[in-house]
């Protein structure tokens, strides 16, 4: 199977560097078409400098990237019409009107969007007559999101997509997004939320300090060899993570006065902050 088919997104060394300035180094990801694929990092990591690069809206330093199968920043134009684009902030004309902003981001891509728009406003609750300035957070993020999938793209680009929106609509909104997954669209979902990667994501990337550093399932990543101890002494009960070997833990805990031992699987939030530290 050629790239162009099997993968979504495709990078070698992908680097954008900003001086003295942190950027991204070596980026070399993988996400197939079809994936529903998390991103995972702080604020800081270089996520947004990858999006940003895959979408050739800043020139990579080095490296090479494609998306479903183009050269990125070469086929600049014909990405952007596949995919839709979620930054983590979005900026739209104060003074118009959200039915008007929905139907100029149709309408620059050229297509007729009105009834899936109206679908999305529907199901997102999403005041269409009021004006972009008389928004709350949240309300601005739902315009984004309508903007972001009323064309139905092949692939679904979302940076930081939740950040504001209410419990609810956070559910509603991954619901649309297990829908056009399961139509076939790929999603690159880029988080800090790590309960959000768990529950919808079926493979990931970690970055740190510009570099990834692990790629893999999601549940091969929650099933990493690091164990969650909590230990119960006379002194007390402490908890802490370990990577290693069993027996070896063991060995130096032989050491202790134990009156309780539990080693369980941490959560992939506990993982991932012991990847950073």
């Given at each position: ?18 001086g ?8 070399n ?7 529903f ?6 604020n ?15 020139t ?6 494609r998306?479903?199968g ?33 139907k ?77 997954n ?55 009960t ?12 063991l060995?130096?805990?032989s050491e ?22």
């Amino acid at each position: 199977m050629s790239e162009a088919i099997q993968y979504a997104i495709s990078t070698q060394g992908l680097t954008k560097s900003y001086g003295k300035n942190r950027g991204i180094i070596d980026i070399n990801l993988q996400v197939k078409k079809g994936d529903f694929f998390g991103f995972i990092g702080p604020n800081g990591a270089g996520k947004s400098t990858t999006i940003r690069s895959l979408l050739g809206l800043i020139t990579p330093t080095g490296g090479e990237a494609r998306i479903l199968g183009m050269e990125c920043g070469r086929s600049k134009t014909e990405i952007l019409e596949k995919v839709g684009y979620m930054p983590s902030e979005s900026c739209f004309y104060d003074r118009i009107r959200v039915k008007d902003m929905i139907k100029l981001a149709a309408d620059l891509r050229g297509k007729d969007c009105s009834k899936q728009a109206a679908e999305l406003c529907e199901r997102l609750q999403l005041d269409t007559h009021k004006r972009v300035n008389e928004l709350s957070l949240g309300n601005r993020k739902k315009v984004s999101i309508v903007c972001a999938l009323q064309h139905e793209p092949e692939l679904y680009i979302l940076d930081e997509p939740t950040s504001g929106l209410d419990p609810l609509m956070q559910q509603e909104f991954f619901e649309l997004l297990k829908e056009r997954n399961d139509r076939g669209a790929t999603i690159f979902l880029s988080s800090h939320v790590l309960s959000e990667i768990q529950k919808y994501c079926k493979n990931a990337a970690i970055v740190k300090e510009g570099r990834l550093i692990r790629e893999s399932s999601v549940e091969e990543l929650s099933r990493s060899n690091v164990k969650r101890v909590q230990l119960t002494t006379p002194q007390g009960t402490e908890s802490f993570l370990y990577q290693g070997g069993v027996r070896e833990l063991l060995a130096q805990l032989s050491e202790k006065e134990l009156l309780d031992l539990t080693i369980t699987e941490p959560s992939l939030d506990e993982v991932v902050m012991h990847y950073y530290e």
